[in-house]
């Protein structure tokens, strides 16, 4: 089995930062990656960015392209997600997410692990 387990969400302006971390513990993969998802109210749960765990490949939505920066610390078993320049419309509950398999890392029905999430929220 794999816990996934998210931190960093909070309360920021619009304009702010926050950096969210996902620990993995549990079973380990050959190959696998990790991706960042978030849901708003009323809003079906959208891909926000991933990364391969084994090689140089990061996938960012548009939305979110030269304001969030994924990455990953292998020692750690984490990964993070630096969001910057944060708007109301970033508001939502953020998860992360792992995928044993490595492409089409956009669409969530290809993870098979997923954490409890962590509510962000970015006021006007």
């Known amino acids: 089995q794999v816990q996934l387990v998210e931190s960093g969400g909070g309360l920021v302006q619009a304009g702010g930062s926050l950096r969210l971390s996902c620990a993995k513990s549990?079973?380990?993969?050959?190959?696998?990656?990790m991706g960042w998802f978030r849901q708003a109210p009323g809003k079906e749960r959208e891909f926000v960015a991933a990364?391969?765990?084994?090689?140089?490949?990061?996938y960012y939505a548009d939305s979110v392209k030269g304001r969030f920066t994924i990455s990953r610390d292998n020692a750690k078993n984490t990964v993070y997600l630096q969001m910057n320049s944060l708007k109301p419309e970033d508001t939502g509950v953020y998860y992360c997410?792992?995928?044993?398999?490595?492409?089409?890392?956009?669409?969530?029905?290809?993870?098979?692990?997923w954490g409890q999430g962590t509510q962000v929220t970015v006021s006007e």
């Open positions: 997410a792992l995928s044993t398999t490595t492409w089409g890392l956009s669409n969530w029905a290809r993870y098979d692990y």
């Open positions: 549990g079973r380990t993969f050959d190959s696998y990656a």
């Open positions: 990364i391969s765990w084994s090689g140089p490949g990061t």
